[in-house]
């Protein structure tokens, strides 16, 4: 077959990945000279550890399994399998802890509850004061700013897979072929458009704007290299009340997250570069327009928990940064994948799991569309 993927996202290069590698002809458009979405502004974090048990949890768990093997064949996507540490500091903390390690699916998140003691022997870089630490042993880490690329490179090999920067596709023609705004028409035997959070334009009038799909914007940053390794990517207890994994109605509702937190629905996540810097991050805002700054208080205040975890002031900030992703809706769906042609199919939202699912998301489309 000849498969046009749109879209260079990390969702797109993996349904290029998946289509190549069982034997077909992908031809990959991408309307920027190279990806710059929420595909590169993210924390390069396979996350299983909170996702929701049923579908959501299995498709993390496979997708888990398929980022190790594509990081066996290629080392350029930075892939590590450093587990994750969530400190816990009070006693409702704790009981959502320890309600995740008692429940029927810890065992296959790698689920385990363990002493500071125990974590400072498996992270030594937390030096702060906490209880006790939730640990995942399943979640890994990518590099986001450079995954891409190296997969893209390992596809060009092939002799199978053409990459088209600078060309946005404008339009649909015939069942299965489209139209770039430089003219040329691209024609495949399916087209698989992976857009983010691009929702304008032509997926807009593919769908008529039905689509259960919303953006979300998000602030991050990265500092200078720590200095030392963060041997895990670390979370705090905030991030119970925002994944659903986790039992937190009593975290919400007996205990109010600090004024600034609570106004930017905010988590510390933090994970270390390969260069030694550490990511840390997130906010979340839903309300349209977006704000076109970033602010301050945020950033000030996921340096003060980083800070009290790591017993540490953290390196010089180097890069400060705001993103958008796409989120689907419908909490049934782990994606919003629908069928918009004869032959086009758009799939997008997988919102915050996106670097966790794709491979398994993209490996689900291959299998329908019967690649």
């Keep these: 077959m000849r498969v046009i993927v749109v879209g260079a996202g990390v969702l797109g290069t993996m349904h290029a990945w998946h289509a190549v590698n069982r034997g077909h002809q992908v031809v990959q458009i991408e309307r920027e000279a190279d990806a710059r979405g929420a595909s590169l502004r993210n924390f390069g974090q396979i996350w299983v550890s909170g996702r929701a048990a049923g579908e959501e949890l299995a498709t993390a768990l496979r997708a888990r399994e398929l980022w190790e093997a594509v990081g066996a064949r290629v080392p350029g996507i930075g892939f590590r399998a450093n587990g994750s540490l969530t400190p816990v500091r009070t006693e409702r903390e704790l009981a959502v802890a320890e309600a995740a390690v008692a429940a029927p699916d810890a065992a296959a998140r790698g689920f385990t509850l363990l002493t500071p003691g125990e974590a400072r022997a498996l992270n030594p870089a937390l030096r702060g004061e906490f209880a006790a630490a939730l640990r995942c042993e399943r979640d890994a880490a990518v590099e ?50 992976c857009t983010g959070a691009w929702l304008g334009g032509l997926v807009r009038e593919l769908t008529g704007g039905e689509l259960p799909v919303r953006r979300v914007r998000l602030q991050m940053m990265q500092t200078a290299p720590l200095g030392e390794a963060l041997t895990t990517s670390v979370a705090d207890a905030d991030s119970f009340r925002y994944y659903p994994a986790y039992a937190s109605a009593d975290l919400e509702a007996g205990q109010p997250q ?22 840390i991050g997130d906010t979340h805002e839903y309300e349209h327009p977006f704000a076109f700054d970033t602010l301050e208080d945020p950033y000030e205040h996921l340096t003060g928990v980083a800070e009290s975890l790591l017993g540490r002031p953290l390196p010089p900030v180097r890069r400060r940064w705001a993103g958008v992703y796409a ?28 670097m966790t699912c794709s491979p398994a998301i993209a490996e689900t489309t291959a299998n329908e569309l019967d690649w």
């Design 258 to 279: 600090a004024p600034t937190a609570a106004a930017h629905r905010m988590q510390l996540l933090m994970v270390q570069r390969l260069d030694g810097g550490l990511t």
């Design 144 to 193: 986001p700013r450079t995954a891409q690329r190296a997969l893209r490179e390992a596809l060009a090999e092939t002799g199978r897979y053409t990459f088209l920067p600078g060309r946005e596709v404008r339009d649909v023609v015939g069942g299965s072929a489209v139209r770039d705004d430089h003219g040329d028409v691209h024609h495949g035997d399916a087209v698989v458009l």
């Design 327 to 354: 989120q689907c809706t419908d909490p049934r769906r782990v994606v919003c994948r629908q069928r918009v042609g004869d032959r086009i199919w758009l799939v997008t939202g997988p919102g915050g799991r996106g």
